[in-house]
């Protein structure tokens, strides 16, 4: 299938499933150019329908192959965003049933701190 311009929903998540043709055991990739006006160090806040990977400018920073309806904020992720524009990759494979990703950054320290304590 060809990339397709999306934007998240009111809730602040992807819904992959009516772009995937509501199709199972099938994955979806999300591309989020983002734009640094400095080094800083961030927390990227998933979640996912069902498993996930994700990559920071080509480094794979997460993986998850756990089967879970997606939830708000559920895994704290630590990254270095670069002055300029980076790539954040977002692989989510759906098994059967929905098929959604939220994602969103922080930079907030209660969320920094998530990141130190969160399974890799």
């Not at 920071?56 to 559920?74: I, P, T």
């Not at 895994?75 to 059967?96: C, F, M, P, Q, Y």
Request: hydrophobic share 40%.
């Amino acid at each position: 299938m060809p990339w397709k311009k999306v934007s998240d929903g009111v809730q602040g998540v992807v819904d992959l499933r009516p772009l995937m043709e509501h199709r199972d055991h099938v994955s979806g990739y999300v591309l989020f150019p983002l734009f640094s006006l400095d080094d800083q160090e961030v927390a990227i806040l998933l979640g996912s329908d069902d498993q996930a990977r994700l990559w920071l400018n080509g480094q794979r920073l997460y993986e998850s192959l756990r089967s879970r309806a997606a939830v708000a904020d559920e895994d704290a992720i630590a990254a270095a965003l670069k002055s300029g524009w980076n790539t954040l990759l977002v692989r989510v494979a759906n098994e059967t049933g929905n098929h959604a990703l939220y994602l969103r950054l922080s930079n907030s320290p209660a969320d920094l701190a998530r990141t130190r304590s969160s399974p890799k």
